[in-house]
Nanobody, 124 residues
Framework: QVQLVESGGGLVQAGGSLRLSCAAS????????MGWFRQAPGKEREFVAA????????DYADSVKGRFTISRGDAKNTVYLQMNSLKPEDTAVYSC?????????????????WGKGTLVTVSA
């Protein structure tokens, strides 16, 4: 089992920045991917960003490219999501995701482990 704990959500004005953190604990693996999904009110959960832990390869949703950056922390199994130029449409619950395969990270049905989520609210 893998446990994921997110932090860093909050209220920010449009154009502002926030950084989300996710720490994974439990079973250890040599190859895995971590990422972020979000779910806005009344909408389905959607992919935001992912990173392959072994080689640092990243992937982003088109809606956040150039504004969000996913990165690995110095501490093992920690991932960050730096969110800049935030827009009201970025308002959502952001959930950390963990899977053995980078290819699974774009599919909500394929991801093996989820965090509980942290709320990000962007005011106009």
């Amino acid at each position: 089992q893998v446990q994921l704990v997110e932090s860093g959500g909050g209220l920010v004005q449009a154009g502002g920045s926030l950084r989300l953190s996710c720490a994974a604990s439990g079973r250890t693996f040599n190859e895995y991917a971590m990422g972020w999904f979000r779910q806005a009110p009344g909408k389905e959960r959607e992919f935001v960003a992912a990173i392959n832990w072994s080689d640092g390869t990243t992937d982003y949703a088109d809606s956040v490219k150039g504004r969000f950056t996913i990165s690995r922390g110095d501490a093992k199994n920690t991932v960050y999501l730096q969110m800049n130029s935030l827009k009201p449409e970025d308002t959502a619950v952001y959930s950390c995701a963990f899977d053995l395969f980078m290819s699974s990270m774009k599919s909500t049905s394929a991801v093996d482990y989820w965090g509980k989520g942290t709320l990000v609210t962007v005011s106009a």
